[in-house]
T-cell receptor, first 110, second 117 residues
Framework: TQLLEQSPQFLSIQEGENLTVYCNSS?????LQWYRQEPGEGPVLLVT?????EVKKLKRLTFQFGDARKDSSLHITAAQTGDTGLYLC??????????FGQGTRLTINP | EAGVTQFPSHSVIEKGQTVTLRCDPI?????LYWYRRVMGKEIKFLLH????????ESGMPNNRFLAERTGGTYSTLKVQPAELEDSGVYFCASSPMFGQGSYNEQFFGPGTRLTVL
């Protein structure tokens, strides 16, 4: 089973600041997905990146897939308190199961 | 459209007892997955059904875990007998069949929090 290292595990910043979360692996994934999870709920899909070098934007969130499809990043511009939550990256292994990173618990302070 | 539902939301049992978790996938989704998150660890894959058939059960921890999906609709995951290390949150996810060149977007349920005392 491939492994995904997600960093940082915890991040606390002030509202209005920018941040980047990283997801790295030594293995290639067929796609990589980013989820956000709220307490008591399951992960909710934010975006899927498939092609090496692909960049997708979701309002203030920018997702990038590495050229070699081994790593990905999530960049949030001008963070808001509503962005607080647990962010998870997950790589698709063999077009079947997902391999998850440990998650980044993000806190945006007013 | 209703999402993935799971029952119960919480279960507290004693070591040695049996517990059965249920998952109802999104209607029409042939793929159904079970995942588990134990305290402090990442979410890990348990198994994958395609309709009623087990496609991949490589993540099942041991033979105390039994998953079924009769009729290719809802699925159950039974733990018998439960051990302390089985405590965690069990997630179910589903996805539609996807063709070659496409990718697998999975939709997750809210999870069942299992506590074994």
């Amino acid at each position: 089973t491939q492994l995904l290292e997600q960093s940082p595990q915890f991040l606390s910043i002030q509202e209005g600041e920018n941040l980047t979360v990283y997801c790295n692996s030594s293995s290639v994934f067929s796609s990589l997905q980013w989820y956000r999870q709220e307490p008591g709920e399951g992960p909710v899909l934010l975006v899927t990146v498939v092609t090496g070098g692909e960049v997708k934007k979701l309002k203030r969130l920018t997702f990038q897939f590495g050229d070699a499809r081994k790593d990905s990043s999530l960049h949030i511009t001008a963070a808001q308190t509503g962005d607080t939550g647990l962010y998870l990256c997950a790589g698709e292994e063999g077009a079947q199961k997902l391999v998850f990173g440990q998650g980044t618990r993000l806190t945006i302070n007013p | 459209e209703a999402g993935v539902t799971q029952f119960p939301s919480h279960s507290v049992i004693e070591k040695g007892q049996t517990v059965t978790l249920r998952c109802d996938p999104i209607s029409g989704h042939d793929n159904l997955y079970w995942y588990r998150r134990v305290m402090g660890k990442e979410i890990k894959f348990l198994l994958h059904f395609v309709k009623e058939s087990k496609q991949d059960e490589s993540g099942m921890p041991n033979n105390r875990f039994l998953a079924e999906r009769t009729g290719g609709t809802y699925s159950t995951l039974k733990v018998q007998p439960a051990e302390l290390e089985d405590s965690g949150v069990y997630f179910c996810a589903s996805s539609p069949m996807f063709g070659q060149g496409s990718y697998n977007e999975q939709f997750f349920g809210p999870g069942t929090r299992l506590t074994v005392l």
